[in-house]
């Protein structure tokens, strides 16, 4: 099992090109990023976490841009959205810059993607909150089409556009791992009909026995090898036990939490993190 971490990338924090250097130095597979575009300050949509909305949220990187300066600094350290929100992001344009940076880095981007939370976001990009799953399917299915044809078309009821040229082409053939984001068994059935790999949480309905049986079990309900699906656990527990737990389910990665915190503490952090590997 793999150990990574994932990060808000802020104007106020540690530089995410020297955590990336960092991590890489210290063997830690990969850094995924975290993406909000804007958060609208009528705050409608309450926090899931509960109270407050974190500073993070709201000070947050563009994760592509990001994501390219430390593809930059780093050599092997895999790269990825944790998660890009597809019910707000334009398909034609996203799929050009996950082509470009997958390009770019040799390969090494892995596209974590949902379709939100946040009510009052989806809203002021044109998006209703109840059609975000349909949304984010046909934009992921229109951008597969454009990764992996030289003429591709996509005629739904959200993404329309005729014959188009597009490239690059993803380095990673057919495309980067596109591992999506839930927990409910909606989630699993979705994975295993679009989806490469499952990015859950635990504490929100995620079990490592009993959730990686669900998937198993679904994979082979709809004939397709459990094993080509991978699982990346978003905000894993920084405990040996409970990693090993994960680790026995069959889970193929586990994310670490990098808080906002001062430098000499993320740094102090990831020396903790690393006797875990």
């Known amino acids: 099992m ?30 995924f990023v975290c993406e909000h575009t804007h958060v609208p300050v009528s705050r ?11 500073k ?35 398909p034609i344009v996203t799929a050009k810059a996950v082509a470009s940076l997958d390009q770019m880095s040799g390969g090494r981007f892995l596209f974590g993607v949902g379709a939100g939370w946040n009510q009052d976001e989806m809203e002021n990009h044109g998006q209703a909150y109840e059609n975000r799953f349909k949304v984010m399917e046909e934009r992921l299915e229109a951008m597969k089409a454009l990764w992996t044809q030289d003429e591709a078309e996509y005629h ?11 490239w690059p082409k993803p380095a990673q053939k057919p495309y980067p791992p596109i591992l999506l984001g839930g927990e409910t068994e909606h989630t699993i059935n979705r994975i295993v009909r679009m989806a490469d790999g499952w990015f859950p949480r635990p504490g929100r309905g995620f079990e490592p026995i009993e959730s990686m049986a669900k998937l198993r079990a679904a994979a082979e309900k709809a004939g397709r090898d459990p094993k ?14 409970q990693l090993e737990a994960y680790q026995q389910a069959g889970c193929d990665r586990v994310l670490l939490e990098i808080p906002d915190a001062p430098r000499d503490e993320i740094l102090a952090l990831l020396d903790d993190y690393q006797k875990l590997i």
């Open 228 to 241: 080509s699906i991978q699982v990346t656990v978003f905000r894993a527990p920084s405990e040996a036990q």
């Open 44 to 54: 409608k949509t309450p926090f899931p976490g509960g109270g407050e909305l974190p």
């Open 156 to 166: 739904g009821n959200f993404v329309d556009f005729d014959k188009s040229w597009s």
């Open 2 to 31: 793999k150990t990574g971490v994932f990060y808000f990338p802020t104007d106020y924090g540690m530089s995410a090109i020297e955590l990336a250097k960092e991590l890489e130095s210290r063997g830690f597979d990969a850094l």
């Open 56 to 90: 993070r949220y709201i000070h947050t990187h563009d994760p592509f841009v990001t994501l390219s300066f430390c593809a930059a600094a780093t050599t092997n350290l895999m790269l990825g959205t944790g998660i890009c929100l597809m019910s707000q992001r334009d």
